[in-house]
């Protein structure tokens, strides 16, 4: 294991705590059986209501499976280029993922 996929490791497991983090604290705040707003529309209308655990739970979960795909390519990867370029993608779509649970 060389150390750019660790540091790729390492944002992704900082990301990932910072959803859940936000994920326990919205829990304990939106009152149970109230359906969670998921999607918006640009003009800022609600499209998409889900109930409180799949509404906290979905994209954390889906961005964890993403990051063992990434893990296991970055992983896979020979050349340093290669190894630069999935730093890069991983640091960049853990971010993403982040940013999108906290808004």
Known sequence: MDILGVIG???W???L???A???RMAWSKIPKGEPTPVAWSPKGDTL???PRGPALGLLPAGAFAIS???LVESRQADEL???IIMLGLRATVAAI???IHLT
């Open 48 to 50: 998409l209501r889900l």
């Open 21 to 23: 983090g936000a994920s």
């Open 81 to 83: 280029t290669m190894s």
């Open 97 to 99: 993922f982040a940013v």
């Open 9 to 11: 490791d390492v944002l």
């Open 13 to 15: 497991i900082l990301a």
């Open 17 to 19: 705590s910072i959803m």
């Open 68 to 70: 063992l795909y990434l």
